[in-house]
């Protein structure tokens, strides 16, 4: 009987074995055929990979992948009879199951749910220059339930899916072929604005200055515009144009407040 058992075993370990590794060779040919295959199809076609298709892609190719995933696994732990049994008894109260693990897993899914509107409605797209709460980046890539915005200074900063598709974002990219720049800069309490604004409106790269805020410490914040440039190019041009404006105050004398903002 111990012989027995043990055959079973060993047999059922085989089984969940070979089940897992054909499970890890899908997932590698599926990456593989929407990662490649896909890129070549479009070339075939006369078309380039444009970021509308590659954010689309990319978002089958994970879709893919943990459907395959998921089937995998449990074709595996099929395999063993305790399990299963294990399973029975689950189900018998599947209710009660379906409603904690979905009460566990409400984040994920949102987060998956969110990833897959933006794929379709595709409010921003790989490539694209945009601004979420203050942070400006290019999308380096949209997962299942993360997208990943790379800064100007190589910080990635990681959003949410859900979050970015409930929330208002600046897509300096989509329907534009070109940006205005856009900076602020602090003013202590005792700067004077009418020499500060001259000072900045002196500029080679500015079109415009305003005061757009007071603080309550009395901090005046003046808003910097300049010239339009390509999406692609603004986070560089902003920089650029910020530390031409800070030269130029302080080649005025003009104090600064210590909270700039980008």
Known sequence: ?????????????IGAAVTALV???AVWLVNRVLRSRGRTVVAAIGGELSPVVDTRLRFLRRLAEA???VIGLGSALAQFTALNQLASAVLASGA?????????SRQVLANAIAGLVITITQPLRIG??????????????ITLTYTWLLTGSGARIIVPNERLASSTLRNDTIRSGAVALEISVWLAPAADEATALAAVESCDGVTAARVADVAESGAVNIVVSGRP???????AR????RAEVLQALRMADVPRAGMDTA
């Open 96 to 104: 009660i199951v379906a409603a904690i693990v979905g009460f566990a």
């Open 23 to 25: 499970t890890i060779v």
């Open 229 to 235: 440039v390509v999406p692609t190019e603004r986070i």
């Open 67 to 69: 459907a395959i995933l």
């Open 128 to 141: 694209d220059v945009v601004t979420f709460e203050g942070d400006t980046g290019v999308v380096e890539d």
């Open 1 to 13: 009987m111990p012989a027995a058992i043990l055959a079973a075993d060993t047999e059922n370990i």
């Open 238 to 241: 902003e920089g650029a144009l």
